[in-house]
């Protein structure tokens, strides 16, 4: 069973959807039950994935591998480490919640729907547990297919638009990334005699510095692209507002960190050199702060109560990849918890843009207004939610928030005084959301009589709330699963990090005194 753990997790939503294909489209209910089971199920295989994890292990556990084509050096090759443990289990928790949050949202063509969110489901954890490139790509392109239909069929007025512009930006940047794994490809070839797409195989690479540096650049626009970082955000805001809530969620939850996690697993490993060019390193930092201060703001400016949702997801998110690129634990392991955190609570945000939207069937902020006389527990789940979002100590925004800050400060002290203004101007646009929309008197008396959550809306956020609750109190175990691979990667990119403590200069950036090994080409200096 253990020998196989990682397929099955894989394959369940898969198989779920096979047999959905063979149920009468006109039962309805049916279907509906159908999907939901085959979600849960996906859960519950995945949990002995936590309750068998080794802390201790730094590599990756749960490895099936064997030839897929052979011709071709490509392997079914898959396997976990603590990063993308946290991110299957956060894929496979958001996939339930989706999924059940849609039973009276969606009413036509609803076979289909629940086809694109099972075969969704698939990809995106293929896309974290895959060690070869090949698999990678594969599952990292059907992911794009079920999104497009969600947001072009079940989407708002502005869908096939939305859905054309995702749908383009995302395959400009996989085509780009194609090149860069060809280019690996080629030069293992080159170097090692064979042709292979396995990670552990391409990691043995030793190229020089500019083609590093391609590759590194290559990568950085497919994945800086599904993250998105300013300024390759464009498109999500109008995705966002025309997908049907269910898929909001998925999309902010899930989907982004795709892109986060192709930076953490594959462009730090695979181009190190490159990775840790300084100028490259303040680049990457700059569009990071950019998109925080910019997402902020241009939240604070919307009157679209969805849109203002999307556009923090710029600034969050922003967050996460200074994490990334301060390259010191603290920022990566900060960084991967605050992609959790980000799933958790922008997960709940769009769920509660979607349970008014139900009701009232507009988004402008305008139109409520003293909502908490009429849907008290509505007001109390929102308010969790917001606070969660906005990093209130002992809920699970805080924890990553304040874990990237320590590290951005360690790398460079004024990336960290630029990033805390977003903490404060995401307060400000979320408390602005909360008071405009719950508090003060009922302005509109078309919300006089609007129903409170229903037992069932409820019950949709309660692993969202619990999940934040165990992440603010008790984050240990959480760190504790991070430790080892995150130690790992760092060593990989800065060798000999550990060996010494980094002593900060007069301006606050960290340098390394000591000289990288010989082929690196420069010294181990991070944002002078």
Known sequence: MNEHLLSIVLFTPLAGLLVLLFLPASNKNLIRLWANFSAIAGFLVSLPLVFRFDKSNGGFQYLERFDWIPTLGVKYAVGID???????????????????????????????????????????????ISLDFFLFYVFWEVVLVPMYFIIGVWGGPRKLYAAIKFFLYTLTGSVLMLLGILTLYFQHFTQRGFYTFEISELMKLNM?????????????????????????????????????????????????????????????????????????????????????????????????????????????????????????????????????????????????????????????????????????????????????????????????????????????????????????????????????????????????????????????????????IWIGVYPKPYFDVLEKPVAQLVERVRPGYFDRKPLADARGSVTATEPRPSGSGHSTEVAR
Request: aromatic letters at 14%; hydrophobic letters at 55%.
């Open 82 to 128: 603590g990063i993308s443990l946290l991110l299957v289990m956060l894929t496979t928790l958001t996939g339930v919640i989706a999924i059940f949050s849609s039973w009276k949202s969606i009413d036509e063509h609803v076979k289909e729907y629940y086809a694109m969110f099972l075969l969704q489901q698939t990809g995106m954890i293929g896309v974290f």
């Open 208 to 468: 020089p510095l500019h083609i590093e540096q391609w590759v590194f650049w290559a990568f950085f626009i497919g994945f800086a692209i599904k993250v998105p970082m300013f300024p390759f955000h464009t498109w999500l805001p109008d995705a966002h507002v025309e997908a049907p809530t269910a898929g909001s969620v998925i999309l902010a939850s899930v989907l982004l960190k795709m892109g986060t996690y192709g930076f953490i697993r594959f462009s730090l490993p695979l181009v190190p050199k490159a990775s840790i060019e300084p100028w490259i390193v303040q680049v990457l930092a700059g569009l990071s702060i950019i998109g925080i201060i910019y997402g902020a703001l241009v939240s604070l400016m919307q009157k679209d109560w969805k849109k203002l949702v999307a556009y923090s997801s710029v600034s969050h998110l922003g967050f996460c990849t200074l994490g990334i690129f301060s390259l010191n634990p603290n920022g990566i392991a900060g960084s991967v918890i605050q992609q959790i955190n980000h799933g958790i609570s922008t997960g709940m945000l769009f769920l509660i843009v979607g349970v008014v939207y139900e009701r009232r069937h507009t988004r402008e902020i305008k139109e409520y207004g003293g909502l908490a006389h009429v849907m008290p527990l509505y007001s109390i789940v929102f308010a969790f939610a917001m606070l969660s979002s906005a990093g209130m100590p002992l809920l699970n925004g805080f924890i990553g928030e304040f874990t990237i800050l320590q590290g951005a400060f360690e790398a460079n002290r004024a990336w960290a005084a630029f990033a805390v203004t977003g903490v404060v101007l995401g307060a400000a646009y979320l408390l602005w959301l909360y008071q405009r929309t719950m508090l003060g008197q009922v302005t509109n008396a078309k919300n006089l009589r609007l129903p409170d959550l229903s037992l069932r809306e409820f019950l949709v956020f309660v692993p969202f709330i619990a999940w934040a």
